[in-house]
């Protein structure tokens, strides 16, 4: 298991314990637990505006300037390994018509650890609990109020905003 020693929460590098599940805007959101920290569930939040196009909801927010700026400011904050120059190139084409951008490239590209993708069967997209979450209009900004502590795994935590 690695550690990044200077994140201010200390990430772990995806070895999840558990998933719990929240309650949000009337919405379940997975929240997958590891031993320092939680990720969000992308993938759910899309499946609330569009269950059949959750892939491209995801794609088109990763698109947006707004939040290639917000992630990368979060991720040069916390993550130590992150790479500025990559990110700026993606800053710079943020917005164009001729931009993908998919939740693989941005990792695998920048050395990402704010958002998280897991294939197979409980699989999706993941965001660091303290990663900006601007996904959906009415969905909270940030979910970073989310705590295990607060929560058990059998009762959904319900959230309002």
Known sequence: MQFISACKPPLKFL???????????????TVLQGETTDFISL???ARYKDPSNMDSIIQNWLRNRNTIELLG????????????LEFDGFRNQAG????????????????????????????GTFAHKDTP?????????????ISSKNSSDSKPMKMTG
């Open 15 to 29: 070895t999840m314990a558990k998933n719990k599940t929240i309650t949000v805007k009337g919405t379940a959101i």
């Open 43 to 45: 993938t759910d939040i």
């Open 73 to 84: 400011f979060w991720e040069t904050m916390y993550n130590p390994n992150f790479k500025p």
């Open 96 to 123: 164009l018509n001729s931009f993908v951008m998919t939740p693989k490239k941005w990792i695998e590209t920048t050395n990402a650890v704010g958002i998280t993708s897991k294939a197979g069967r409980y699989g």
């Open 133 to 145: 979450l601007n996904l959906l209009p009415g969905f909270p900004l940030s979910l970073s109020s």
